[in-house]
C-alpha cells in the first residue's frame, strides 16, 4: 500500500488576511519574511510566498509598523495597477496635457457623484461634467443676481485651525458644530469619558459623539501618538483624512444590516468621500516648484504619518489599546464593505491618495462640504465663499460676486486674483492644476504676447520659482 503527501495549497486572500491579522496584531515590528515565518508555522499546509505576502499586507494596511528596510512602496510614486485602494467605477483620470510654458501637467482623477442631490441646499445649480480635465462643476438653472445668497452649506467632515480646535479640547467651542458652547441656551452634553470636549447641546452630540470618540484621548488612546505628531506638524490633511475614516468607521459599525437607515447614510458618505476630485500627496508634490530639494524628508515624513494612522485607527500595537479601538469599531468588521473601505483608508496608496483629496477640496477654514467641493476656480470667479453665521465658522454661505447666466458655471478663486497672470499661475501649480484659461487669463496672455514681454516676465517668474526652491533646500 502506498501512501502520498498532499501537496501546500494556496489559500484564498481572505483567508491568507484572516490568518496574518492576529500575527500582525501580536507582532507588530517584524518584516515580512518573519511574519511569514510564523504563518506557515501555523498553516504547514499553505503555499505562500513572500511576495504575495507584502502585496497582501500593504493592500490591507497591515504593512510593518516599526522602522525597516521594507518601504519599497513608500518611495514610489503609485501608478495604475499597484496594489492599493479599488478605483471608483466612472473614475476619470484626464491625460497629462502640456502648459503654454512646455511643462506637462497631470490633472486629479474625479467622478461623478449619482446620489448627490443639490436640490437639499439649493434648486438654483445643477451638477455637471464640463468637461474631462475640469472634471464635474455646478452650473446655474436660472439667472442668478448679483449678491445673491445662493445656499448656506455645514461641513461633511470639519478639520478647524488650530486655535478653534484648542477651543474645541478645552469645552469652549462645541466639538461638533464650533459654536462657543457658553452662548448655547440649551443644556452642553460632554465626552462621555471626560476628556475635556463638549458639544453646545444634545443634537449636536449625537452627531458628532461617534466621530469624536476615535480621536479622543481616553476612548482611544491609540491615536494620542497620531494626533500629537500631526499637531507639532500643523498639518491639517492627515487630521482631516483621520476625522473622515472615523466617520466612515462609525457608520460601518451601525450598517451591518443592508435594510438599516445607517447603512443608507454609510452609502451616502461613501459616495461623497469617493466623488472628491482626487490626486496623490505624491503626485501633487511633484508638481511644485522645488520638490526635489526635500522630497526625501517628505517621505520620511508620510511613512511615520502613515504609520502613527494606522497604529491610532486600525492595528494598535499595544492589546489594551487594540480592545478600546474594537469597541469603537463594533460590528464594522461585519459590514460587507469592510475590506475595499479598510483598503481605501489604510492602505499607503489610499492614506496618499486620502491626504490628496483633502489638500484639494478642504476649504481654508478646515471644512470639506459635500456641494461646494464641486466648485472650481477660475481668476475672474463669480462667487465668494462666505463665513458670516455668528459663532458658527464651519458653516459656509455662497454669494453671487455678480449677476450669473442661466447655464453658466459658477465659479470661485483657489489664488489671490489681484496678482498678476504669472503669479496665479504659479500659486495654481501648489493645488496641482495646470495652467488657468479663464477669459482673463486668456486676454492677459494675448496682451502680454503682443507686448513681446511674455517670455521676459515668464522667466522672471521662474527666477522667482528657482530662489523659493534654493530657499526650500536651505530651510530659510
Known sequence: MSTSTSKPTSPPEDDLVDAIRPIRQAHPSLGAAKLLELLL?????????????????????????ANSSHHESVSRTPAIGDVGPPHNEGDVQSAPTINSDGTEQEFPSWSLNAQMDPT?????????VISDQKGKGLVARGPINSGE???VEDPF?????????????????CAYCTKPVASSTMQPAYCTRSCGSAFCNRLCSARGASVHAFLCP???????????????????????????TALLLSLAAKASDPSSSASKDLGNALSIVRGLAALSLERRVKVLPGWQASYDDSCAMWRKTHTLFVQALSIPPDPKHLKALQKLRGNASKYTGIKRLEAELFTWDGF???????????????????LHSHVNHSCDPNISVRHITANQVSRITIISRRDITNGEELTATYVNPSGDLWTRRRELKEWGFGNCMCDR?????EEARRRGDFESEGSAAKKAELEDELRDFLRI
Open 352 to 370: 496618499m491618495v486620502g491626504l490628496g483629496k483633502m489638500g484639494l477640496n478642504m476649504e481654508a477654514y478646515g471644512g470639506i462640504y459635500a
Open 218 to 244: 481616553i476612548q482611544n488612546p491609540a491615536c494620542i501618538p497620531f494626533v500629537q505628531h500631526v499637531r507639532a506638524q500643523k498639518w491639517k490633511a492627515p487630521l482631516a483624512w483621520a476625522r473622515v
Open 149 to 151: 445668497h445662493i445656499w
Open 120 to 128: 437639499k441646499w439649493t434648486k438654483t445649480v445643477d451638477v455637471k
Open 441 to 445: 487669463c486668456r486676454t492677459e496672455e
Open 157 to 173: 467632515v470639519f478639520s478647524p485651525e488650530w486655535e478653534l480646535e484648542k477651543l474645541q479640547l478645552s469645552g469652549h467651542a
Open 41 to 65: 508555522q501555523s498553516h504547514g499546509d499553505w503555499a505562500v510566498s513572500e511576495k504575495r505576502l507584502r502585496k497582501v499586507l500593504q493592500k490591507t494596511g497591515l504593512i510593518t509598523l
